[in-house]
C-alpha cells in the first residue's frame, strides 16, 4: 500500500498522561551526542573554509564517506524484504530531501554570507521553533505555556551567547540568515516525518546519505570538480573526511532519528540549541577562541530553556512509536 507523502494531522489513537517517560533520559543522552556532533562539525566547517575549502566541498565530503559508509545498512534491508522497502519510496524520498545535501547545502553556504554570531542563533532556534509548531500541527502534540517558555529561554540564551546586534544585520547577513532558517525548518520537518512514519534511525541514515551519494556526488563531481579537494593538504582534506564524513555524515542523521524515536519531534529539536554553546567551547583549541562572560551567561540560559522543555509532559495524542524494523 503506497503512503502518501503529504503530511497530515495524525488521528487520536489513545491517550497518554503528562509526564516524563522511561525514554527520557536515553534521550537526553542521545541528545547530548547529537548536540556535540553538530557544534563539531560547525566549528571544523568554519575551519576547514578558513583553509580554502567551500560549501559545495564541505557538502560532497559529507555525503559521499557517509554514502559508502552506511551502504550496506541500505543493502541489507533491501536484501530482506525489497518490496517493503520500495512501497516507502515516498517516504524515503521526502526525508532524502529534508535532510540530504540541500540542508547541507544551506547551512554551509550561510557560513559565506551571514556571520558566525547568525549561525549560533538563526538555525537552531528555526529548528526548535519549528519542531515545535510541526509537532502541534502534524503529530497532534500541545503547546503547553511550559514548551513555550522553554523555547523562549533557549532563543534568548542563544542571542546572548552569541552577542546578537542590530549592527550585524546587513543585505548579505539577511540572505545567510533566510539559509540558516531554511535549513532549519528542512530538519525539523525531517524530525516529523521520521516519527510520523516510524522510520528506523539507521535505515533512514544509509538511505538518506545513499540517495545523496547518487545524486548530489555525481552532480558536484560535473560542475565543480575536486581541484579544491586535492589543493587542499593533507591535513585538511583527511580531517574533513574524518569529521565531515564520518562522524557528522552518519552520525548527525542517526543520533537526531533516535533522539527522535525517543523523545518525539518536539523535545528533540530543542536539543541543537546546545551545539553552539558547544561550539564555543571546542572552538577555544580549535579556532583559538576564548569564551567571554556573555557566552558562558548564554550557555547556561540555553541549557536551562533545554531542561524546562524536555521535562515538561508530552502532551502528546498519539502513544510513542517504535521504528520498524525492516523499512
Known sequence: MSIPLALKPAPVLASRAPGIDASLWPGVAVGLLAASIGALYTVFARWGMAQGLAASDMTVLRFAVAGLVTLPVLLGAIYRDAAGFLARWRVWLAVSLLAGPLFGLLMFSALHWAPASHAAVFPFTAMSLMGTMMSVWFLGDK?????????????????????????????????????????????????????????????????????????????????????????????????????????????????????????????????????????????????????????????????????ITVTAGTGSASPSPSPSKNT
Do not use: N
Open 143 to 307: 503547546l503547553t505555556w511550559r514548551k513555550v517558555v522553554g523555547m523562549a529561554v533557549v532563543a534568548s540564551g542563544l542571542c546572548v551567547l552569541a552577542d546578537l546586534s542590530l549592527a550585524s544585520f546587513s543585505w548579505r547577513s539577511l540572505l545567510g540568515d533566510a539559509m540558516f532558517i531554511a535549513a532549519g525548518s528542512l530538519w525539523a520537518g525531517f524530525g516529523i516525518v521520521m516519527r510520523r512514519e516510524r522510520l528506523d534511525p539507521l535505515l533512514a541514515t544509509a538511505t538518506i546519505s545513499f540517495f545523496a551519494l547518487m545524486t548530489y556526488v555525481p552532480a558536484y563531481a560535473l560542475l565543480v570538480g575536486p581541484a579544491r579537494l586535492m589543493a587542499a593538504s593533507a591535513t585538511v582534506l583527511w580531517t574533513e573526511v574524518l569529521v565531515q564524513g564520518l562522524i557528522a555524515g552518519a552520525g548527525t542523521l542517526y543520533t537526531y532519528s533516535r533522539m527522535v524515536a525517543l523523545l518525539g519531534p518536539a523535545r528533540a529539536a530543542v536539543f541543537p540549541a546546545l551545539a553552539p554553546a558547544i561550539a564555543a567551547l571546542l572552538a577555544w583549541p580549535v579556532l583559538g577562541h576564548v569564551p567571554g562572560l556573555g557566552e558562558i551567561t548564554g550557555m547556561v540560559l540555553a541549557m536551562t530553556g533545554i531542561v
